[in-house]
């Protein structure tokens, strides 16, 4: 009897020393941007939000702004993995004219860099309006580059006046 009891012991510390922390419930180790966005609502100079491109593969993150957006105090909303916290925090605003690293920590401790990078539309040119005189209400074609493709980011001022 004495023997099973020891063989018994022998199992026990066998099989408990044989189960990894995998088998255990343990913290996360979940550290990904899901997404990364200038909002409107906390950004007065954008017309509309601005979303990222997220890489998680090579950890960059990229935006595109309308040219005429100062990048030095933009406000990022973010949203990363559950458990995980990201530095600099959501919400806070940063100087993106350079790019700016942050960091994701699951909340086992590990961490992910993350780079970010905001670049600027090119500003639209106009290469000729016509006719270059006319009636207050007559109607004007201008032609050049850069403008958006949607017609209501477009906005147009003859002396001041916002044109329809």
Do not use: W
């Amino acid at each position: 009897m004495k023997s099973a009891g020891n063989l018994l012991i022998i199992l026990v510390v066998l099989f408990n020393s044989s189960c990894s922390s995998e088998d255990e419930p343990g913290k996360s180790n979940s550290k990904k941007v899901i997404s990364f966005q200038f909002l409107k609502t906390q950004n007065t100079q954008l017309l509309q939000d601005v979303v990222a491109t997220i890489s998680n593969s090579d950890k960059s993150i990229t935006l595109i702004v309308p040219f005429h957006i100062s990048k030095s105090a933009l406000v990022p909303a973010i949203e990363i993995s559950p458990k995980s916290t990201i530095s600099p925090a959501s919400g806070e605003p940063q100087n993106f004219n350079s790019p700016v690293t942050y960091n994701v920590t699951a909340e086992d401790g590990s961490v992910e860099e993350y780079t970010i990078t905001v670049n600027s539309l090119p500003a639209p040119t106009i290469s000729s309006i016509e006719p270059n005189a006319g009636a207050f209400d007559m109607e004007v074609t201008i032609i050049g580059t850069n403008f958006s493709t949607n017609v209501n980011d477009n906005t147009i001022k003859f002396n001041g006046v916002e044109g329809e």
